[in-house]
């Protein structure tokens, strides 16, 4: 009986221990659900379970590092100490964004939808749809994409917010700024029959971008499952689908259709070759050109979250960080540098996060 009382004994302080780890690794106690517990819990409890006992007790530092044989301390669970997950920090956010005019900017592939190796079948989800609905009808919203704005309009399908294309060069802002506008883009968005035209700041290399992508296209179509994507100003060469042994081929294909054209540029994103011209505009500019257009710039309380997962959202990431009191938010499942102050891993968690931003708003106005 004696040795039974303090077996209970040592269990229960061995519990507690292991709960304030929990604790220190940011796991949420205030704002908890179902969902999140899973959602946040299930990597860690995937990861012991995937992985045999005795590779548990042999993990080197470099993957893992070993606490003991029942807990182990990912690169991930590091890393997001510098980036807190915005699930678990969203008390702390709100908390800190209450009387702040919230606007939220969205990026959409890899965030409102999930990255699939078919580009034309990268779909929003119902619920996702009806999430960003409800946000944008409470904060202004925009989304800011590398696809064309068309494109990105046809799979968001909701006409409650803002769109911006070819990663920021084609804008739609808003006709009537929701605040007084210090004017300094205003008259961009309309002409001068006060009709909306998108800011599209790039559009003197439209022709030029045109022959590129006959040629780009042209170039490249031996090479078995690159997909070339028009993106209106910008021109995508999705490489997911392309055996590893041809893609030096199409790097250097892809290369030489520019080479000697300083009029544009190469960058990378997620298995694909953009190829842009050569402004100095990117989806930053797109964020300081919405706020602007909104009335909001000159405004002292705006509280600006942007969430995105690619190389190109590090711009606008920038753009909030300067700002002060904005959010920035990457969706990465993995250990990723950058601009972003907080994390989701992927677009389930943006789908709660937004959904928890709509439901405070309900409740706290
Ligand atoms: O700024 P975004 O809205 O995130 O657009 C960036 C690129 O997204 C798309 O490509 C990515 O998603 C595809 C579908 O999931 C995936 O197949 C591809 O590998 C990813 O790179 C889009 O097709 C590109 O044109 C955008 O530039």
Redesign the pocket.
Same mark, same amino acid.
């Given at each position: 009986m004696k040795y039974m009382f303090l077996l209970l004994v040592a269990f229960k302080i061995i519990d507690k221990k292991f709960s304030k780890l929990q604790e220190v690794m940011g796991f949420q106690t205030s704002h908890s659900t179902t969902r999140l517990s899973q959602s946040v819990f299930k990597t860690k409890e995937d990861s012991i379970d995937e992985i045999p006992l005795l590779q548990r007790t042999t993990m080197n530092s470099t993957d893992h590092t070993q606490i003991n044989t029942n807990f182990i301390v990912t690169e991930y669970d590091s890393w997001v100490v510098g980036h807190p997950s915005a699930l678990v920090s969203f008390d702390r956010m709100m908390k800190a964004a209450t009387g702040k005019r919230i606007v939220v900017f969205l990026?959409? *592939?890899?965030?409102l +939808?999930? !990255?699939?190796?078919?580009?034309d079948r990268?779909f929003m989800s119902d619920e996702m749809r009806a999430v960003v609905f409800k946000v944008a009808s409470y904060f202004p919203t925009a989304i !800011? +994409?590398?696809?064309s704005r068309d494109k990105?309009k046809d799979f968001v399908k909701l006409n409650n917010l803002y769109y911006a294309g070819s990663?920021g060069m084609d804008i739609m802002a808003p006709l009537i700024p929701i605040t007084p506008s210090d004017d300094k883009h205003f008259n961009i968005g309309r002409n001068k029959n006060g009709i909306e035209v998108p800011f599209q700041p790039a559009k003197k290399h439209l022709p030029a971008i045109q022959e590129i992508l006959k040629r780009v296209k042209n170039a490249i179509k031996e090479i078995k499952g690159a997909i070339v994507?028009d993106?209106g100003f910008?021109i +995508?060469v999705?490489f997911?689908q392309v055996q590893e042994k041809d893609y030096g081929v199409l790097e250097e294909r892809v290369k030489s259709v520019i080479e000697n054209n300083p009029q544009f540029c190469l960058t990378e994103? @997620? @298995?694909?070759m953009?190829i842009r011209p050569s402004i100095k505009w990117n989806k930053g500019n797109a964020v300081e050109y919405f706020l602007d257009t909104l009335g909001l710039s000159s405004y002292t309380d705006v509280l600006p979250m942007y969430i995105? *997962?690619?190389k190109?959202?590090e711009d606008a990431f920038k753009v909030i960080q300067s700002t002060e009191q904005g959010y920035p938010i990457i969706v990465s499942s993995s250990p990723r540098e950058t601009n972003a102050s907080y994390s989701l891993r992927d677009p389930s968690e943006v789908l709660i996060f937004l959904s928890w931003l709509a439901k405070w708003r309900e409740t706290s106005y």
């Open positions: 990026d959409y *592939d890899g965030t +939808s999930p !990255i699939v190796n078919d580009p990268a !800011i +994409s590398g696809r990105v990663h994507e993106n910008c +995508s999705h997911r994103g @997620k @298995k694909v953009e995105g *997962d690619d190109t959202d």
